[in-house]
T-cell receptor
Framework: DTGVSQDPRHKITKRGQNVTFRCDPISEHNRLYWYRQTLGQGPEFLTYFQNEAQLEKSRLLSDRFSAERPKGSFSTLEIQRTEQGDSAMYLC??????????????FGPGTRLTVT | AQKVTQAQTEISVVEKEDVTLDCVYETRDTTYYLFWYKQPPSGELVFLIRRNSFDEQNEISGRYSWNFQKSTSSFNFTITASQVVDSAVYFCALSEAVTGRRALTFGSGTRLQVQP
């Protein structure tokens, strides 16, 4: 296993279009997190899953954003009616969590979204 | 609420110099985790270290060392004999340890430039 992968790496879209990103976590990891990183800032938490259950959504995640992890493996993050303020790097991370013990989050390379 | 402050926006050193990156955090939790991640120019966040709040022992790994001081809510990172390959943005992060959520709160990062 080579780590967390994300697709696409770059996406340029016009304002108002919908976009979808995919994240494939490390195979044995049951936790999957999405973060957003804007230029010059640290990543900000968006949402996370344990297996297929979405356990939390940040207030940063407006109604235009939806995330799924249908089979507890890969996850998708969709943004509807994109706005220029959505331009950012979208990062996915995975980790192993059991019996209240969790381990480090390992990050993918990110998807850089540019909304024109 | 949790907060991580990395007051040093950018540091420039000459190769072989020692450099310390500062991290100050705020949390109401009595049990928490602290992390350092490295983000090289390629963009992928690389995990460096995790510390538990109840373990204040300093840690050394090769040229890297970490100084955790609960009394001052600081978790500083020192690179000894810096190398050009250390050039990157370094993020300090915090997560709670009680509810199982484990989402990371990041600082804004410190950009380290090591000149040959």
């Amino acid at each position: 296993d080579t780590g967390v992968s994300q697709d696409p790496r770059h996406k340029i879209t016009k304002r108002g279009q919908n976009v979808t990103f995919r994240c494939d976590p490390i195979s044995e990891h049951n936790r999957l997190y999405w973060y957003r990183q804007t230029l010059g800032q640290g990543p900000e938490f968006l949402t996370y899953f344990q297996n297929e259950a979405q356990l939390e959504k940040s207030r940063l995640l407006s109604d235009r954003f939806s995330a799924e992890r249908p089979k507890g493996s890969f996850s998708t993050l969709e943004i509807q009616r994109t706005e220029q303020g959505d331009s950012a790097m979208y990062l996915c991370a995975s980790s192993s969590y059991s019996d209240e013990i969790s381990y480090e989050q390992y990050f993918g390379p990110g998807t850089r979204l540019t909304v024109t | 609420a949790q907060k991580v402050t990395q007051a040093q926006t950018e540091i420039s050193v000459v190769e072989k110099e020692d450099v310390t990156l500062d991290c100050v955090y705020e949390t109401r939790d009595t049990t928490y985790y602290l992390f350092w991640y490295k983000q090289p120019p390629s963009g992928e966040l690389v995990f460096l270290i995790r510390r538990n709040s109840f373990d204040e022992q300093n840690e050394i790994s090769g040229r890297y060392s970490w100084n955790f001081q609960k009394s001052t809510s600081s978790f500083n990172f020192t690179i000894t004999a810096s190398q050009v390959v250390d050039s990157a943005v370094y993020f300090c992060a915090l997560s709670e340890a009680v509810t199982g959520r484990r989402a990371l709160t990041f600082g804004s990062g410190t950009r380290l430039q090591v000149q040959p």
